[in-house]
């Protein structure tokens, strides 16, 4: 199958990078014990919401860049009418 390894890049930054970061601190918001103290409670929210933000823009980036090299393999390797 061609491209196997970029279609494989693909499903890992969608669905792994979600399941690996982004799970975990949502399941930590809703059933984690939080702390008392207002300031850290807020620190601890707002470090949360940061880690689950930024890990939810790099599966976007990762697509993006595998779309990239698909698009730079196809060019490469094949040709349109390249037998006539």
Do not use: Q
């Not at 061609?2 to 693909?10: C, E, L, N």
């Not at 799970?23 to 059933?31: I, P």
């Not at 697509?63 to 037998?83: A, L, M």
């Amino acid at each position: 199958m061609p491209f196997f390894v970029d279609f494989v890049s693909i499903c890992c930054a969608v669905g792994f990078t979600l399941l690996d970061f982004v799970f975990h601190t949502l399941a930590f918001l809703k059933a984690g014990k939080l702390p008392r103290n207002r300031a850290l409670r807020l620190s601890m929210h707002l470090l949360n919401f940061a880690i689950a933000t930024w890990f939810s823009v790099v599966p976007g980036l990762g697509s993006v860049g595998t779309i990239r090299f698909i698009v730079e393999d196809i060019i490469k390797t094949y040709n349109f009418f390249h037998d006539m």
